[in-house]
């Protein structure tokens, strides 16, 4: 706990040597942090979410109360980017009282064995994803084995907010439901009802923030229901499974309205297989050892259920970012390894080595990627005030910049819509992408600079600090009504009535972006 406690600090110290004006991404992914951020500002005028990475306006919809809680907070007078900072403390403490419980119930208490599994669950990360990055592997490659190596990785769940606290609660929820199901477990004289509330509430709010393992817990209890013969115990877990399902059902619901809910709920086009998972699951062939056992009780069960229940829900799953299935499994797996090294009787030499392969390489590899992504994690001071400007001014309307630094952070700094934002929420994002860069690096002619910034339904263009400066007042002409200089971003106003369905392919790449 100690080490995890250290770990979780471990972006301050790399950004205390950065520059410029902090933009809140503490954690290991920006464009999710951003996200996040925006989701809060969202929560916090309007309570119920919306998505602002696109220029079209979207309903509000969407409760969550991890974002309610700190949009209120931000409208108390917190920074955006302390309402979500906030999170990384109650995240840690979360996975860190809730990963040793079970770890203790499964290993017994004050063992070296159960300190092994600790760290191997929070500090686990594939040495398949910094092999292949050290060693220049393909694309898909780094991009396969990072993706699968990352989801497991608990150190870094421990720098966001919903999904670390989900993750965390999915134990309470599995020891509440042994407690329910096998009496003799209860301490005192609790009854059965008081595991049902706490369990059923730990499922739901799982659930709700972050779905993948709320659906990982129903798979557990299906698969130990059909493993039992006595199934009529299993009567008292009907009120937490309900609990469970009743976010499912919202989600359901989101997901059949006209809204981009449910345009990011349909089937989308990820890869499920290929070489970087086996490569990136290797790893996981020295747990098997560990599977062995017989007069299994039911966490014992549970344990063993759990790695194939999170993998059941990734290959059920077209949608959504099925990754996320992955997330938390560094638990059950850290204790089944732990298992197998009993079993096997490993001299501790060895013991030793293997433990220091599955987590140095990834700790140094996160460590180089905190620092080599230093300045994404900082706007310049001008990019700042450029943004304070756009939060103040009156008139309201979409905003065009390139996706980073500036594009994904205008929901959350602004209030307004963006052209292309974050890469889940923006419909077409790599040909906005595109189109967005070409523009901020002066590479588009004026007949297709105009065509885009009308399609774009901008009322703001802002040009950052990093793309160059063009004299985009030059290239657009009498579209653009006045622009304001802040060191080296620059605001434009367009003027109005210049909004058009256009379509635009610029040179190059054959890219078309259409009004959605």
Request: aromatic letters at 12%.
């Amino acid at each position: 706990m100690v080490a995890f406690a250290l770990w979780t600090a471990v972006p301050l110290l790399v950004l205390l040597t950065g520059h410029g004006v902090f933009n809140g991404a503490y954690g290991f992914d920006v464009p999710d942090v951003m996200q996040y951020m925006a989701f809060i500002r969202d929560a916090g005028q309007h309570l119920l979410i919306s998505n602002r990475f696109d220029v079209v306006p979207d309903r509000h919809l969407f409760l969550d109360p991890v974002f309610a809680i700190s949009g209120g907070i931000w409208r108390l007078g917190a920074s955006i980017q302390a309402a979500q900072l906030l999170w990384v403390p109650v995240s840690a403490a979360a996975l860190a009282v809730t990963f040793t419980a079970y770890t203790r119930r499964l290993l017994g208490r004050g063992t070296v064995a159960a300190a092994v599994a600790l760290i191997l669950a929070f500090l686990y990360l594939a040495p398949a994803t910094s092999l292949s990055s050290w060693l220049h592997g393909s694309f898909t490659l780094q991009f396969g084995t990072q993706v699968v190596g990352e989801e497991m990785f608990a150190g870094a769940y421990a720098w966001s907010g919903g999904p670390a606290v989900a993750i965390a609660l999915v134990p309470v929820f599995l020891l509440a439901c042994e407690r329910i199901l096998d009496p003799a477990r209860r301490p005192g004289n609790r009854s059965s009802l008081t595991y049902a509330v706490a369990g059923g509430l730990a499922g739901a709010l799982t659930m709700w923030l972050h779905p993948w393992q709320g659906l990982t817990l129903l798979v557990i209890v299906l698969g130990l229901f059909v493993w039992d013969r006595d199934r009529r115990r299993y009567l008292g877990l009907v009120f937490p499974v309900a609990l469970t399902l009743a976010p499912l059902a919202y989600f359901f619901a989101l997901s059949h309205t006209h809204s981009s809910w449910m345009t990011v709920s349909r089937a989308n086009d990820f890869s499920h297989f290929g070489s970087w998972l086996w490569v990136g699951l290797a790893p996981l062939v020295l747990v098997v050892p560990g599977l062995v056992g017989r007069g299994l009780d039911t966490q014992e069960r549970i344990l063993r259920l759990w790695p194939v229940a999170g993998l059941i829900v990734y290959l059920a799953l077209d949608r959504t970012w099925f990754y996320h299935a992955f997330a938390g499994l560094s638990l059950p797996l850290a204790i089944l390894a732990v298992r197998a090294g009993r079993r096997v009787s490993l001299p501790r030499v060895i013991s030793l080595a293997l433990v220091l392969l599955v987590t140095v390489p990834g700790l140094v590899w996160v460590i180089q990627q905190l620092d080599r992504t230093q300045s994404q994690r900082f706007f310049t001071p001008g990019e700042a005030r450029a943004l304070a400007f756009l939060d103040h001014a009156r008139r309201p309307g979409p905003v065009l910049a390139a996706a980073m630094p500036l594009g994904q952070a205008v929901p959350a700094f602004t209030g307004r819509e963006t052209y292309v934002g974050h890469y889940y929420w923006t419909p077409q994002y790599p040909a906005r992408v595109a189109l967005a860069d070409q523009l901020f690096r002066g590479r588009l002619s004026r007949p297709q600079a105009a065509a885009l910034v009308r399609s774009s339904r901008a009322v703001f263009l802002v040009a950052d600090c990093r793309h160059g400066h063009p004299n985009l007042r030059a290239l657009l002409g009498s579209l653009v009504l006045r622009s304001w200089r802040f060191g080296c971003a620059t605001v434009y106003e367009i003027a109005p009535g210049s909004f058009q369905a256009q379509t635009v392919a610029p040179s190059g790449p054959r890219l078309a972006v259409h009004t959605t």
